[in-house]
């Protein structure tokens, strides 16, 4: 028995690191020049994707990326983060974030996705914005409150600083353990951004391992 266990584990050791052997520095993904810091507990893989809500590439990630966030093992830790380049942009990182404070950002993340990208709507102005959030059981005021709040707006800035940090001029992106970055045109499809983002992910875990 211990002989087989000894081979299996020896068998998902070369399975890592063949997946890992399969994706190129710089073809497939680059790396940071300087690390940006990750806010998870020791022995966990932080995977953050940068996204914005008007762009169709994001949109059309949602669907392969959904999928492959179903099944993370319990020491990846996937969070969003909106895009912050002026503009719409802005106002749809403030939207996020001031979902997320009332407590619906999960429930509506897809429906301001569809929103905007099915039904035409841009979802820009506070007043807009707070009326589709009265559709998730909190009132205008409430939205339009946490859409002005310090707290929402100190974390727009944040997504901002941690944006540069991360060195990204376009969206979508995943950065895996804050020092890899998969692009759509690094990894050639859309699709294959979780998949390259899985073999990073499988490099950390082997880098943590050593």
């Known amino acids: 028995m211990l002989k087989s ?3 299996a584990l020896a068998g998902l050791g070369l399975s890592t690191m063949a997946a890992a052997a399969t994706i190129e520095e710089g073809q497939d993904y680059k790396v940071l020049d300087e690390p940006v810091k990750t806010h998870v507990e020791d022995g966990k893989i932080a995977v953050t994707e940068a996204f914005w809500y008007g762009c169709p590439h994001c949109y059309n990630l949602e669907e392969p990326l959904n999928a492959w966030v179903e099944e993370l093992p319990e020491d990846v830790v996937f969070e969003r983060m909106p895009a912050t380049m002026g503009g719409a942009w802005n106002r749809h990182a403030t939207a996020f974030y001031a979902a997320r404070e009332l407590g619906i950002q999960e429930e509506l993340h897809t429906d301001f996705f569809n929103a905007i990208h099915q039904d035409g709507r841009e979802l820009t102005e506070s007043e807009a914005i707070a009326d589709f959030f009265s559709n998730y059981g909190v009132s205008q005021d409430e939205a339009l409150e946490a859409l002005d ?54 490099k950390v875990r082997a880098e943590q391992a050593e």
Do not use: C, W
Request: proline share 4%.
């Open 5 to 7: 266990l000894m081979i």
């Open 149 to 202: 709040s310090f707290g929402v707006k100190s974390q727009v800035n944040q997504a901002h600083a941690r944006m540069r940090n991360m060195q990204l001029m376009g969206v979508p992106a995943l950065v895996v353990d804050g020092r890899y970055v998969v692009t759509s045109s690094l990894a050639g499809s859309l699709d294959n951004m979780p998949k390259i983002a899985e073999a990073l992910v499988e």
